[in-house]
Nanobody, 124 residues
Framework: LQLVESGGGLVQPGGSLRLSCAAS????????IGWIRQAPGKEREAVSC????????KYADSVKGRFTISRDNAKNTVYLQMNSLKPEDTAVYYC??????????????????WGQGTQVTVSS
């Protein structure tokens, strides 16, 4: 199982980025997919998650109303649209698989396969 994140970069506060998580070797629509971030010196934080069958989404309070997770099963890709970015959103962002198709874990240790991460830096 391989996940590859892309779309990170440097953006000014208030700006937007769209992250992509592409899968190879398996189909993403067998798994709920989460986005997890880790800022320097901080613990990993589950940012968002999307289930398979009904597309239910879950967001951390810190990103609600600003981030949107979506999936395109035909492209085997999950996206994270990030708007109104703040300096505190600066982190390495990872996508990862949940052990079940419709289960979004509250604890990041329950996520299984992880990508290599993409750096997001929000700074003026």
């Amino acid at each position: 199982l391989q996940l590859v994140e892309s779309g990170g970069g440097l953006v000014q506060p208030g700006g937007s980025l769209r992250l992509s998580c592409a899968a190879s070797g398996f189909t993403l629509d067998d798994y709920a997919i989460g986005w997890i971030r880790q800022a320097p010196g901080k613990e990993r934080e589950a940012v968002s998650c999307i289930s398979v069958s009904d597309g239910r989404t879950k967001y951390a309070d810190s990103v609600k109303g600003r981030f949107t997770i979506s999936r395109d099963n035909a492209k085997n890709t999950v996206y994270l649209q990030m708007n109104s970015l703040k300096p505190e959103d600066t982190a390495v962002y990872y996508c990862a698989t949940s052990p079940y198709s419709d289960y979004c874990p509250a604890n990041v240790i329950e996520f299984g396969s992880w990508g290599q991460g993409t750096q997001v830096t929000v700074s003026s």
